[in-house]
């Protein structure tokens, strides 16, 4: 049987970065309509005592979703014997992906764009390779 060509969804002129980027700025300003006091107006002045405090805060959220993902972790104690085979990695995930949202979130407020992120990966991607390769 001959199946019919599927359509492809039409791609986005944007990569994945940038779309990630772009549904963050969408949520954030359509929260701080809502919430006007959840996010100061962006991009935030570092020097600013408040805005550090807002920072600060919204990348501890972000910690707090991590240890959310691990609390999927049932089998990392080393003095257990008994592993549990259930893992939700859709609940894992999720929690991850939350993780991330307060990240990009404060990428954002300090006017980092997908650009100037993956510029400053491919950086420090390059020393860590470094490192290793020196003994490190």
Known sequence: ????????????????????????????????????????????????????????DLALRGVEEMFEALQHLKNWKPHRDTELKEFDREEFLEEVVDAFNYFFSVLILVDVDAHELFTAYC????????????GY
């Open 1 to 56: 049987m001959v199946r019919p060509l599927e359509k492809k969804p039409q791609q986005s002129k944007m990569d994945k970065l940038e779309q990630i980027f772009e549904k963050r700025v969408n949520f954030m300003r359509s929260l701080k309509d809502k919430k006007p006091d959840e996010y100061p107006s962006w991009p935030i002045d570092l020097s600013n005592k408040a805005s550090q405090q807002h920072l600060r």
């Open 123 to 134: 950086k420090k991607d390059e020393k860590i390779h470094r490192r290793l390769g020196s």
